[in-house]
């Protein structure tokens, strides 16, 4: 199970700090995903997180400004949202998935309950 938290309503140029929380297994070998979904909007890749290496990958959109990383003592990985702008407005979602294989939406092994991010203009 994942349980993704930290979202909130925050200014434009601002910050947040979401967490996923894993139970029932362990983070180390899965890769993390984070994606997000904005109304009216298909659902979209932000970053990703590799168990084995730690290798991480943003979406364009988002590199630079977003950083993801892992704490395996608390089997928790982090998406930090820095320069926050209103076009990244979206509830946001943590998946797993088995293997060092990249992320994609469409091979996630487990999706937790999404946390919803608005940044105010």
């Known amino acids: 199970q994942l349980q993704a938290s930290g979202g909130g309503l925050v200014q434009t140029g601002g910050s947040l700090r979401l967490s996923c929380a894993a139970s029932g297994f362990t983070l180390d070998y899965y890769a993390i995903g984070w994606f997000r979904q904005a109304p009216g909007k298909e659902r979209e890749g932000v970053s990703c997180?590799?168990?084995?290496?730690?290798?991480?990958y943003y979406a364009d959109s988002v590199n630079g400004r977003f950083t993801t990383s892992r704490d395996n003592a608390k089997n928790t990985v982090y998406l930090q949202l820095d320069s926050l702008k209103p076009e990244d407005t979206a509830v946001y979602y943590c998946a797993a998935r088995i293997g060092d294989q990249r992320c994609s939406g469409r091979s996630m092994d487990y999706w937790g309950k999404g946390t919803l991010v608005t940044v105010s203009s």
């Open positions: 997180i590799i168990g084995s290496d730690g290798s991480t």
